[in-house]
């Protein structure tokens, strides 16, 4: 684990110039610039979907509001929907991967660096081809605009009696574009974490975050052919005169609703385990303990994504399956809840007997532990098929999937910012600035989100773009609009700190938060070959050996 | 010193009660006034009908069962966040690294399990006494069918259609009278869904499904479609009349009779006939037997136009026929160019629609 510097020899011609600058983001394939270029890129789109819910929010901040057009408000909410599932929760899961992944095994680089550059620019490219959608979709006889199908785009609503010009094209064509990306980017991740690791680094000696990396990749290739397959069959549909969700010539609505769900719901957990991979990390670093039962937290995770494949049709307890098959789903899902309440206490004993640095990082992992644990018992509601016939498609599942998709996802991934970011940049991010981020993100989602359960029990359905005086709701959604602006505005803090810091923050030296794992053995920033000599490892955490020789870990492992 | 007022445990353990208080609020504050609010007219935890007590009841249970998992999980991290906290005054020194403990890992392995299966039976056993119910002697059956963006509605054995206002009769005195609804759609996914009587069925193209309620208080029921269907998905809204069974026998002999054939509005008639109306609308009785739009035979016998947009006002229902993209815009009915005339005859041509 020496860190003397080696010299590598760098093509000159690249000077520091931004055009220069901007010339090697194009051309790298370096897995640390692909991380960040991709966690970056997502970023962005986090903050223009993150807009959309503001105003969607603000739409409904008032009965009767004529704040948007009932079109552009549906527009809204599926853009938002696909963007944060597509462009923000997809690519900060392969952004985290690349980055993280090679210096967290010892090696040098990706299995296959080609292609993933190859990945990113299908991202990139898929997420702009589905923006262009606004000025490009109108064509000559002015149908239409953005996607207005919503994120699951059910079937018929997709078909071109329904959805004239060519928004829905572009919603096809830019996720096809992205589901390349995300396919390619799986591969890699994979061959990586299978071929790449250092010497000693036996499977069971990963850190967990690469396991769960490993799963959820895994997860990837399966899921995501489900969707693909869809959108080609509908595609076929709406120009090659077929009919398989054409329901006036035959076809099954149905059908595609399976065929998404079968995508859909492992899509859930593909984007939960990286979440899980940071707390995995970061909980024990700040509780100064090792995870509680190592093997126990692999077993749990490839059983959730064994268990997650076989769930899908607990979106669909309203399409009139039978008594069996909504029994069937029901106790899928129940059993999901196994493996992942065994993981909450897994980490709840890895905090026992600790000592808890209340950093900002861990902050945020209290945040997702909390609203986890709640996000996981109103999914337990959910799977209770006769109360899901009271509660599916109403804002109670909104609050629920966001208590799952904020409270929980965006929570770990915010550890995983505030803990990873000195790696990445050399410096730290200031730790007032990221208080008031973490506690108005705290306040203003509970202001939102927790309102939004009641909204629900008292029917309020989800995708409404407006709702009469009267029924109970109108103090609600108003308290769940000032929450989005709490959350906007705690967004905006984190956009100002990370900027800010790279220039302004502490310099972090290679270890700041006092860590076991391989990243942290190498500089902040790592230079372009990671590590001088490949390391070798013989536990689980070779920082801790090497700073505690008395006592090291591989005597107990 | 700010920093500590952020970053310590009082704050925290501030923040987690709060949390905990809200909890308990969903917890027992079901269908009582939230914040204030009454639960209103589509609280599900107010059902008047069942099968929608029936899920209420369950739902209590897995309430309860939820509740108790939340405030022992919670109560652990934070007496573990507090217990284990840093402390100011400590040596630096490493905590006991410990690596884990198959007992315990059992140990919560086995109690989900345990809970787990309490909830498959009870959920079991609600799912197959709701779907499973066969219709008894005197079931009412009705067809709904989904439209863009209203509802259809069919009596099949008693040669009734209308819209968007489904009446069903009580299970009073007369002993049980639930109604059976077949479900169809004429062209994309929509749910039907009244809180206070039942929980959500879709409506599917292509595809026929089947729920039952049977309220036992008579009163107006309102819900909305569930199912993002296009446009104007938000303003596809149902309302159910529960009627007295003998208040309901009298309403199905009004429906029943063809269109009255009032005089005092020939004009309008005139005028009705001669525009495209007619490819749309049904009226009984007459030539107009256009299935795309709502049946209209006895219109002024609904409460609401629009599928529950307006109050059915004589002048919100010539601001309707001028021009329903004014109300609901991008509904399917459109401006027809009308001149202020004949909008007046054949608003009172409609108004004779008793």
Known sequence: MATQEITIPVDRALGSSFVDRLHGLVVTVDHKKLGLMYIGTALGFLVVAGLMAVAIRLQLIIPNNTFLEPDVFNRFFTMHGTSMVFLVGMPIIAGFGNYLVPLMIGTRDMAFPRLNAFGYWMFLFGGLLLYFSYLGSPGLAGHGSAPDVGWFAYAPLTSRAFSRGTSTD???????????????????????????????????????????????????LLALPGLSGAQIMLLIDRYLGAHFFDTQAGGSAVIWQHFFWIFGHPEVYILMIPAFACLSEIVPVFSRKPIFGYPIMVGATAMIGLISMSVWAHHMFTVGMTSVGNTF????????????????????????????????????CIGFLFQFLIA???????????????????????????????????????????????????????RRLGLWHFWLFAIGFHLTFDTEHFAGLLGMPRRIFTYDAGRGWDTLNLIATVGALVQATAVLLLAINIVRSVKKGDPAGNDPWDAWTLEWSTTSPPPDYNFATIPTVRSRRPLWDLKHPEDPDWKYE | ??????????????????????????????????????????????????????????????????????????????????????RAGDDGSEPPQVYGSNQIELAWTVLPVLIVFVLILVTSRTIADIQDRKPPQGTLQTTIVGHQWWWEIRYPGLNIVTANELHVPASDGRGPRPTFLKLQSADVAHSFWVPQLAGKTDLIPNR?????????????????????????????????????SDEFDRWVTEQQKNASVATNADEGRKAFFANSC????????????????????????????????????????RRWVRDPQKIKVGCLMPNMQLTDQEVDHITAYLQTLK
């Open chain 2, 278 to 317: 007619v490819n749309c609308h049904t009226i009984r009785g007459t030539s107009a037997q256009g299935k795309f739009g709502p049946d209209l035979t006895h219109l002024m016998s609904r409460e609401m136009l629009a599928a529950g947009v307006v109050p059915n006002t004589p002048d919100n229902l």
């Open chain 2, 208 to 244: 026929e499904n089947l729920m039952w309620i049977e309220p036992t208080k008579p009163g107006t029921y309102l819900g909305n479609c569930a199912e993002y269907c296009g446009t104007q998905h938000a303003r596809m809204l149902i309302r159910v009349v529960v009627h007295s």
């Open chain 1, 170 to 220: 572009y919603w096809i064509l830019s996720l096809m574009l992205t589901s390349i990306g995300s396919t390619v980017s799986a591969i890699n991740i994979i061959a990586t974490i299978i071929a790449l690791r250092c010497p000693g680094m036996k499977l069971m000696r990963m850190p967990l975050l690469v396991w769960l990396m490993l799963v959820t990749n895994f997860m990837i």
């Open chain 1, 376 to 430: 996981g018992l109103t999914g337990v509601m959910l799977a209770v098929a006769p109360f899901n016939w009271q509660l599916t498609d109403s804002y109670f599942v909104v609050a629920h999937f966001h208590y799952t998709l904020v409270g929980a996802f965006l929570f770990g991934i915010f550890a995983g910012f505030y803990y990873w970011y000195p790696k990445a940049v050399g410096r730290m991010l200031d």
């Open chain 1, 329 to 364: 789903f029901a106790i899928s899902t129940f059993l999901v809840g196994i493996p992942t309440g065994i993981k909450i206490f897994n980490w709840l004993g890895t905090m026992y007997g600790g000592k808890i640095r209340f950093d900002v990082p861990m902050l945020f």
């Open chain 2, 1 to 86: 010193m700010r920093r500590q007022l952020f970053g310590n445990q009082r704050a925290l353990r501030g923040f987690f009660l709060l949390m905990l208080a809200l909890i308990c609020i969903i917890a027992l504050g079901h269908g009582e006034p939230v914040f204030g609010i009454d639960g209103g007219v589509t609280n599900i935890f107010k059902p008047l009908a069942q099968p929608a007590q029936e899920i209420k009841e369950t739902s209590f249970l897995v309430l309860a069962v939820c509740a108790v998992i939340f405030v022992v999980v919670a109560g652990l991290l934070l007496y573990g966040l507090i217990r284990f906290r840093h």
